[in-house]
């Protein structure tokens, strides 16, 4: 089946504590992307890759880092977590086609930071 | 810089009865147009899209949506609601001049409560 993963799908985790949420997609999409999901505000993306390699910050990087080292998975990576990022979290992945590009979703991950 | 925006924080309908869910945009020349739907515990799946052509975009599920220029809107619309349908929607779009890949938005997202 056609899907993207994500692990852990919930975590409470506390202030600093480095941790890592894993994303992996078996369609050979080059395009992966990493959003948070926040009341009121929609998704708004962290990071994305256009390929094996190659990130890019979105709208709200900050307190985030990524990597890319394989085209089927992308985690994302909290440093140092703060409570400010408790939220949902969801990776997902597309062929690009340059715009007009259909993302598939990983389940979510909802995170708390004490 | 682009934004959508969708008026209503909840919508609700009674089954067999048509849904509106309102989507307007701002965007630099024309746009890409989204729709995707939340389903409770699961991710964002893709409903329909709007790339050029013509205005009405019929998607899964029965859905369609319509695009209108003048009005920058593309609102979804199902004429026969089911309670299945109660959801949480999101509107997004990216310019078609722009290559990046960031720069798709998304709007806050409208709860679709289908009522028995």
């Known amino acids: 089946e056609a899907q993207v993963t994500q692990n852990p799908r919930y975590l409470i985790t506390v202030t600093g504590k480095k941790l890592t949420v894993t994303c992996s997609q078996n369609m050979n999409h080059e395009y992966m992307s990493w959003y948070r999901q926040d009341p009121g505000l929609g998704l708004r993306q962290i990071y994305y890759?256009?390929?094996?390699?190659?990130?890019d910050k979105g709208d709200v990087p900050e307190g985030y880092k990524v990597s890319r080292k394989e085209k089927r998975n992308f985690p994302l990576i909290l440093e140092s977590p703060s409570p400010n990022q408790t939220s949902l979290y969801f990776c997902a992945s597309s062929f690009w086609t340059g715009g007009a590009n259909v993302l598939t979703f990983g389940a979510g991950s909802r995170l708390t930071v004490l | 810089a682009q934004s959508v925006a969708q008026p209503e924080d909840q919508v609700n309908v009674a089954e067999g009865n048509p849904l509106t869910v309102k989507c307007t945009y701002s965007?630099?020349?024309?746009?890409?147009l989204f729709w995707y739907v939340q389903y409770p515990n699961r991710g964002l799946q893709f409903l329909l899209k709007y790339i050029t052509g013509d205005n009405l975009v019929k998607g899964s599920y029965g859905f369609e949506a319509e695009f209108n220029k003048s009005q920058t809107s593309f609102h979804l619309k199902k004429p026969s609601a089911l309670v299945s349908d109660s959801a949480l929607y999101f509107c997004a779009v990216r310019p078609i001049s722009s290559g990046s890949a960031r720069q798709l938005t998304f709007g806050s997202g409208t709860q679709l409560t289908v009522l028995p």
């Open positions: 965007v630099s020349g024309n746009p890409y």
């Open positions: 890759s256009m390929n094996v390699e190659v990130t």
